[in-house]
Nanobody, 127 residues
Framework: QVQLVESGGGLLQAGDSLRLSCAASGRIFGSATMGWFRQAPGKEREFVAAIRWSGGSLDYADSVKDRFTISRDNAKNTVYLQMNNLKPEDTAVYYC????????????????????WGQGTQVTVSS
């Protein structure tokens, strides 16, 4: 069992930067994949970025590639999402997700592959 706690959301202006954190209560093993998703009002939850705990390979949504960076701190069991050059369309609730058994390894964009989810943190970007 893993609990995920996100932090770092806020109200920003276009062009600002922000770093989200996701702290996992349990130990993350090599088969795990950690992901970030977001959901804007009236829209479906969408994939943002993912990192495979073993090897650290990364996936990004096209809409955030070159602006967002996902990273991890193994010792702290924490995943980060560095968001640069934020745009109003990045406004959403951002969720951290964890798959501990390999379900998401080859399908990082598929939300049902992740068994554990955080409570979400709001990011609002004004123009």
């Amino acid at each position: 069992q893993v609990q995920l706690v996100e932090s770092g959301g806020g109200l920003l202006q276009a062009g600002d930067s922000l770093r989200l954190s996701c702290a996992a209560s349990g130990r993350i093993f090599g088969s795990a994949t950690m992901g970030w998703f977001r959901q804007a009002p009236g829209k479906e939850r969408e994939f943002v970025a993912a990192i495979r705990w073993s090897g650290g390979s990364l996936d990004y949504a096209d809409s955030v590639k070159d602006r967002f960076t996902i990273s991890r701190d193994n010792a702290k069991n924490t995943v980060y999402l560095q968001m640069n050059n934020l745009k109003p369309e990045d406004t959403a609730v951002y969720y951290c997700a964890a798959d501990l058994v390999g379900n998401a390894y080859y399908r990082t964009t598929y939300a049902p592959a992740y068994a554990y989810w955080g409570q979400g943190t709001q990011v609002t970007v004004s123009s």
